[in-house]
């Protein structure tokens, strides 16, 4: 658009139904030093805090009104906004999330509110063990970067109305932003909607901040103490970024290993054959600049120690096997089953196509995806195996009990522990 807005739109005129996803560059990872959980209180408060003509209040009885849906977030990455409302209330409910986006108000019993609503989620993780464990693995991933820096109860407490304001300011800009419009409109009505809204958008950029990616480096074991029967282990690697060629074979790679289900290594190892874990399994993660791959599980206390060998182990075992060709077909064809499903309406594959635009990919990306994950041979996926499963820059993570902490430590040597730094 004109004033740098990047708009997708893709047509669906089955039902006279209206999608409008917005996504803009922002995120935690912006969050000042000492103020951490600005980015997603401004989101939150961006919701709830009215506009130059609406109360918070008033916002949510007129999309009550129309039966529309608003919702906004921000996590790591970028802020996300998603509007869903009629074709006959369109412009009711693009003038509300215009007014919102353009002109918030950040009423201060708002901002009040939210603080003391995060504050409250804060208190709240300790009494939940995994989300615990997978937020400190996260800060030790990240350690000594701006992702690694987690919102804490006093971080929050320090959090003003002005701090929102000055945040908004800084990233909500058109030429930051980037929309998509589904449904029952045109692509020419998209076009003339969003320019009669946000066309008068201010124009300048005030800052735009490139956050550097995660250097791989040494890893080691960390151990938090927390008094359960349980423990949750977390084995942690840096990996390809999304753009990089490596990613298909470690797609291939992560759902041998783990996300495949009761076929996987991991999960048939340790969880069928020998039963030693309540869930186990792998997931990997790829950003635009870097990606993240994690193996975990949840096992009693006495079989901690045999667990994170047995992840090791089967690490250990792509690196310097070979994969058969049933498992390196069966992995395929699963992937590129459940890619299919991922565009089952036209604000997925609109949503998907920008997000690859805001992540750097090719333009055919999604139309070579499932080409170039057929083409993956055995040896690429021990490759790629090799030169990212280092053992010695692996993260390890393990929540559990003193007992499960003397154990580690009598097998596996070194291990440092940490706090929940909450």
């Known amino acids: 658009m004109e004033n740098g807005i990047i708009l997708y739109s893709l047509e669906e005129h089955e039902i006279p139904l209206i999608n409008i996803s917005v996504v803009v560059k922002t995120g935690s990872v912006h969050d000042p030093i000492g103020k951490e959980g600005l980015a997603e209180l401004t989101g939150d408060v961006l919701r709830t805090g009215g506009t130059r003509f609406l109360s918070g209040n008033a916002v949510d009885e007129t999309l009550e009104f129309f039966a529309g849906t608003l919702s906004i977030s921000v996590n790591r990455d970028y802020a996300s906004v998603n509007l869903s409302i009629l074709k006959k209330d369109l412009d009711k409910g693009l003038n509300v999330l215009s007014e919102i986006l353009q002109h918030p108000a950040f009423e201060e019993e708002k901002c009040k509110l939210a603080n003391a609503l995060k504050i409250a989620e804060l208190r709240r993780i300790n009494d939940d063990p995994q989300k615990l464990a997978f937020r400190e693995f996260n800060r030790i991933m990240y350690q000594n970067t701006p992702r690694g820096r987690l919102p804490t109860i006093s971080s929050v407490e320090k959090i003003q109305r002005d701090d929102l304001v000055k945040f908004y300011k800084r990233f909500f800009s058109p030429k930051n932003t980037m929309m998509t419009v589904t449904g029952d409109i045109t692509s020419n009505e998209a076009i003339s909607k969003i320019n009669q809204y946000f066309g008068i958008w201010n124009k300048t950029l005030n800052e735009t901040v490139v956050i550097p990616a995660p250097e791989r480096n040494k890893g080691r074991i960390f151990f938090l103490s927390k008094e359960m029967p349980q423990s949750i282990v977390i084995h942690g690697y840096f990996a390809p970024a999304k753009p990089d060629t490596d990613s298909y074979a470690f797609e291939i790679l992560d759902f041998i290993i783990g996300s495949g289900g009761f076929r996987s290594r991991i999960f048939h190892n340790i969880r069928s054959s020998l039963g030693i874990a309540y869930t186990a399994g792998s997931f990997y993660k790829a950003k635009s600049d870097h990606g993240i791959f994690v193996a975990y599980a949840i096992t009693g206390s006495e079989t901690t120690s045999t667990v994170l060998s047995l992840i090791q182990s089967i690490i250990g075992n792509v690196k310097n096997s070979q994969i058969s060709q049933n498992e390196l077909d069966w992995s395929k064809n699963a992937i590129n089953n459940s890619f299919i499903f991922s565009f089952l309406s036209a604000d997925q594959i609109a949503q998907q196509q920008m997000m690859n635009e805001y992540n750097k990919l090719?333009?055919?990306?999604?139309?070579?995806?499932?080409?170039?994950?057929?083409?993956?041979?055995?040896?690429?996926?021990?490759?790629?195996?090799?030169r990212y499963l280092s053992f010695d820059e692996a993260n390890i993570l393990v929540v559990g009990n003193e007992k499960v902490y003397d154990s580690l430590k009598s097998k596996f040597g070194d291990i440092q522990k940490i706090g929940d730094r909450l």
């Open 362 to 386: 090719p333009e055919d990306y999604l139309l070579t995806f499932r080409e170039k994950i057929k083409k993956v041979h055995a040896d690429q996926v021990r490759s790629v195996a090799n």
